[in-house]
Nanobody, 119 residues
Framework: QVQLVESGGGLVQPGGSLRLSCAASGNFFMVSGWGWYRQAPGKERELVAS?????????ADSAKDRFTISRDNTKNTVYVYLQMNSLKIEDTAVYYCNLKMGRARTDFWGQGTQVTVSS
């Protein structure tokens, strides 16, 4: 199976930065890509940024020019990062790491990490 563990969330002031990390381990098969999603209270989960298996990236309009997704493959673990700069109050949410894998592009999720932007 696959396990995704997020870390790096916390409380930050507007304009500040955070770096989220996702450590993924297990048996990977036909990986389509990785992503960071977020869910704010009362809202649906939304895609923030994604990186394909070939390394191409996409960003939500709200994340462009502020967030950067990256990936680092080691022998047994894949690390997916989300560097978040110029954070805004509206970036407050639980952030989830996502993996799409297999012929059906099955979603695998981490437990989430809370990001709170507040003065």
């Amino acid at each position: 199976q696959v396990q995704l563990v997020e870390s790096g969330g916390g409380l930050v002031q507007p304009g500040g930065s955070l770096r989220l990390s996702c450590a993924a381990s297990g048996n990977f098969f036909m990986v389509s890509g990785w992503g960071w999603y977020r869910q704010a209270p009362g809202k649906e989960r939304e895609l923030v940024a994604s990186i394909s298996n070939s390394g191409s990236t996409t960003y939500a309009d709200s994340a462009k020019d502020r967030f950067t997704i990256s990936r680092d493959n080691t022998k047994n673990t894949v690390y997916v990062y989300l560097q978040m700069n110029s954070l805004k109050i509206e970036d407050t949410a639980v952030y989830y790491c996502n993996l799409k894998m297999g012929r059906a592009r099955t979603d695998f999720w981490g437990q989430g990490t809370q990001v709170t932007v507040s003065s």
